[in-house]
């Protein structure tokens, strides 16, 4: 069983729905919680970043921790095609530990318009 | 600013011959990361650097792979002796210690394929 599990979809919505991305992970280590996305054939890039349980917003994103039942998710609103991209958390136990990064297998996510 | 850089973006080879991969951190960053991610999986750490100094190596790294970062600047990564087994995306990372929290921003990556 993998630390970190995350369903691989493909998720496919209409434009303007609300999405739900989630991962689950059995390492109650894990203290900060960041979520990633990746268009095809690209880098990953940085999206959202929490430590600890709780909430976190920026624009139409929000992510969502709760360590008791080490289930993690990004909420994207108002989806956008150019929301279509491959959506990977990542976890860590310790503060600024790149090399301590582990991450779900990624979500594929498609917004038709 | 011009973030992470890697090159080349994309490498053919034969299996047998060597491979070197080049990464430019972001200018200001002192640690600098390899992963490495194969289709339809996250990526998986290799290695890491602290300025110059090559901190932890997973055990994913064989023998045939070796990291260098000569000046704590620019990064190499060296596969001796591809093989199939190697085709993937090659990704480098930097973060630095005086940033608060743990983001590690990446680069494009490099795709390797074997043939």
């Known amino acids: 069983q993998k630390e970190v599990e995350q369903d691989p979809g493909p998720l496919s919505v209409p434009e303007g729905a609300i999405v739900s991305l989630n991962c689950t992970y059995s390492?109650?280590?894990?203290?900060?919680f960041m979520w990633y996305r990746q268009y095809s054939r690209k880098g990953p890039e940085l999206l959202m970043y929490t430590y600890s349980s709780g909430n976190k917003e920026d624009g139409r994103f929000t992510a969502q921790v709760d360590k008791s039942s080490k289930y993690i998710s990004l909420f994207i609103r108002d989806s956008q095609p150019s929301d279509s991209a491959t959506y990977l958390c990542a976890m860590s136990a310790l503060r600024n530990a790149g090399n301590m990064l582990t991450f779900g297998g990624g979500t594929r996510l498609m917004v038709k318009p | 600013d011009t973030g992470v850089s890697q090159d080349p973006r994309h490498k053919i080879t034969k299996r047998g011959q060597n491979v070197t991969f080049r990464c430019d951190p972001i200018?200001?960053?002192?640690?600098l990361y390899w992963y490495r991610q194969t289709l339809g999986q996250g990526p998986e750490f290799l290695t890491y650097f602290q300025n110059e100094a090559q901190l932890e190596k997973s055990r994913l790294l064989s023998d045939r792979f070796s990291a260098e970062r000569p000046k704590g600047s620019f990064s190499t990564l060296e596969i001796q002796r591809t093989e199939q087994g190697d085709s993937a995306m090659y990704l480098c990372?930097?973060?630095?210690?005086?940033?608060?929290?743990?983001?590690?921003?990446f680069g494009q990556g490099t795709r390797l394929t074997v043939v």
């Open positions: 990372a930097s973060s630095s210690t005086d940033r608060s929290g743990t983001e590690a921003f």
């Open positions: 200018s200001e960053h002192n640690r």
């Open positions: 390492n109650s280590a894990f203290q900060y």
